[in-house]
């Protein structure tokens, strides 16, 4: 398996501008899990899904950021209108519901983001 | 709610040398416990894990830590790091839902 795959790996943009970040899980994985880190705040969790479905999105900062999941094997986290402020690396992890590592959370290697 | 605290921000020790990195919780509930390590530009990995049984958890590359209960605490410990050791560790605590809260990093440099 390639494990979590995350694209791009680098990004930089003007504030104001649309961001989409992409995240493909690990096959047979049920839960996708978007975080951010920084500097300031460490690894914060924005939202996470389980079958598709958005079951919890309380760390999503505010309406500018937006995170669908069309399909078990993609999802997306975007920022519209982008700010300075939104720069970070953001991980896509996944996880399976049974099995020997149902417990464990594999990370995809970050995009890296920066807003101008 | 769940917090972890991780006290130490850095930690250098020289090549060979034991390392402890400290990992200290707080929770109402029963807890999971893991250690994942960051290389740097790379994704989190993780190192092991306690879910239940053995106080004692082995892992990956000679890494081990123990869940004290009584302490509320998960330090992890390697009795001889080498350079490729130098890496970010993160503790993160999980009360069996499917959220993690994760410690804010140890950075941990291995000097020659």
């Known amino acids: 398996d390639a494990g979590v795959i995350q694209s791009p790996r680098h990004e930089v943009t003007e504030m104001g501008q649309e961001v989409t970040l992409r995240c493909k899980p690990i096959?047979?994985?049920?839960?996708l899990f978007w975080y951010r880190q920084t500097m300031m705040r460490g690894l914060e969790l924005l939202i996470y899904?389980?079958?598709?479905?958005?079951?919890?999105d309380s760390g999503m900062p505010e309406d500018r950021f937006s995170a669908k999941m069309p399909n078990a094997s993609f999802s997306t986290l975007k920022i519209q209108p982008s700010e300075p402020r939104d720069s970070a690396v953001y991980f896509c992890?996944?996880?399976?519901?049974?099995?020997?590592?149902?417990?464990?959370?594999?990370f995809g290697p970050g995009t890296r983001l920066t807003v101008l | 709610a769940q917090s972890v605290t991780q006290l130490d921000s850095q930690v250098p020790v020289f090549e060979e040398a034991p390392v402890e990195l400290r990992c200290n919780y707080s929770?109402?509930?029963?807890?999971?416990l893991f250690w994942y390590v960051q290389y740097p530009n790379q994704g989190l990995q993780l190192l092991l894990k306690?879910?239940?049984?053995?106080?004692l958890v082995k892992g990956i590359n000679g890494f081990e830590a123990e869940f004290n209960k009584s302490q509320t605490s998960f330090h992890l410990r390697k009795p001889s790091v080498h350079i490729s050791d130098t890496a970010e560790y993160f503790c993160?605590?999980?009360?069996?839902?499917?959220?993690?809260?994760f410690g804010t990093g140890t950075r941990l440099k291995v000097l020659a």
């Open positions: 993160a605590v999980s009360d069996g839902t499917y959220k993690y809260i």
């Open positions: 992890a996944s996880r399976p519901t049974g099995g020997e590592s149902y417990n464990e959370q594999f």
């Open positions: 899904f389980n079958n598709n479905v958005p079951i919890d």
């Open positions: 096959s047979g994985h049920d839960y």
């Open positions: 306690y879910l239940s049984g053995s106080t």
């Open positions: 929770s109402s509930v029963s807890v999971y």
